[in-house]
């Protein structure tokens, strides 16, 4: 029930017309959970079980300077309020935020290149927010168990997976992706590893096809006894696609995965892992800047940021399960639109 109220007051924020879109496939158009303010950018975003987005926005949120903040939402009060955990001395640009144990782990691409924490409940979170280590390149964090595990590409032409020690800063690689950069993961229950290969090529002439790879987790155990990194050879993917930028992982059979292209609508797919069939969900609205920025779940809703770079704005939209979440959001848009219709002039 306390999914369906959501849904259905984020329907009342997605009748609102904005510059950016995420549309079902079919073309109805995704509800908005909150706008973070004109101007406001969303880089990254993570969500925790409770209901919390945590995000990283750059924009003016005084209207005179530029700013970066870590910003928190609850579902509580359908996000209608933000709490700032930590703002940097100056603008940054946000590479991700993942939260585990009601803490913020985040971190910036550029210039500082810190990955740093914040108590998400913390009201001292700004004086209390740490600093772990300096990685260049970072791109995303996820937890499997009480381990942590970063992707970065140091060189920029060759992606690790590391284990990442949270207290020491230590780094141990234990998947080289043999010239990828800095592709998506996500951790099943089991401890397996998915990875998938970005597909991108940013200038070092070394264009790996997309693809989503499975490590399991006694692999993954017998690399960092080793010290020897796991590889791609001589396996076969779960998944054949063209590249990967954002995973959030449904459940050990479901992920949900978005896929950026400059020159047309992003898309975001459902796949099983058991098969490696896709499903298209939905895409966004335009071409040439409007691209996903961040998706993630958060009290068992997924949610998905669209931010239009050259307008510098982002919306974080509900993207309903599909079935039975994507039925009751177009039936309450209809109904809705009837309700209007049925208005006297």
Do not use: C, W
């Amino acid at each position: 029930m306390k999914r369906i109220v959501h849904l259905l007051a984020a329907l009342a924020l997605g009748t609102t017309l904005h510059a950016q879109s995420f549309n079902f496939t079919g073309g109805a158009a995704a509800p908005v959970a909150f706008d973070p303010g004109p101007g406001i950018s969303i880089s990254a975003l993570g969500g925790d079980a409770q209901g919390n987005l945590v995000y990283l926005a750059r924009g003016s949120f005084d209207g005179i300077s530029t700013e970066s903040r870590l910003i928190r939402r609850s579902a509580a009060d359908n996000f209608a309020s933000e709490t700032t955990l930590y703002t940097y001395p100056s603008p940054v640009f946000g590479s991700f935020v993942t939260l585990s144990g009601g803490t913020a782990y985040f971190g910036d691409s550029f210039p500082l290149e810190e990955i740093r924490t914040a108590g998400i409940d913390d009201p001292d979170s700004q004086s209390n927010s740490t600093a772990i280590r300096k990685v260049t390149g970072n791109f995303t964090l996820a937890f499997s168990g009480g381990s942590a595990f970063l992707v970065a590409d140091p060189t920029f032409s060759n992606a690790q997976v590391y284990q990442f020690d949270l207290f020491s800063g230590a780094l141990q690689s234990v998947l080289n992706t043999q010239g990828d950069t800095t592709g998506p993961i996500a951790f099943n229950s089991l401890g397996d590893l998915f990875y998938g290969r970005s597909g991108a090529d940013f200038g070092g002439g070394n264009v790996l096809a997309g693809d989503i790879f499975r490590f399991t987790a006694a692999e993954i155990a017998a690399s960092l006894a080793s010290g020897i990194a796991l590889t791609f050879d001589g396996r076969t993917p779960v998944v054949m696609n063209d590249g990967n930028q954002y995973f959030a992982l449904g459940d050990d059979t479901t992920l949900f995965q978005t896929r950026s292209d400059f020159d047309e609508p992003n898309k975001l797919l459902l796949y099983n892992l058991l098969t490696g069939s896709g499903t298209l969900l939905g895409s966004t609205g335009g071409t040439g800047g409007e691209n996903f920025s961040g998706l993630t779940f958060a009290g068992g809703q997924l949610y998905a940021a669209v931010t239009d770079f050259n307008a510098g704005h982002s919306l974080v939209f509900v993207v309903p399960e599909p079935g039975t979440g994507l039925s009751l959001a177009l039936g309450v848009l209809a109904l809705s639109a009837l309700r209007r219709r049925a208005i006297p002039a």
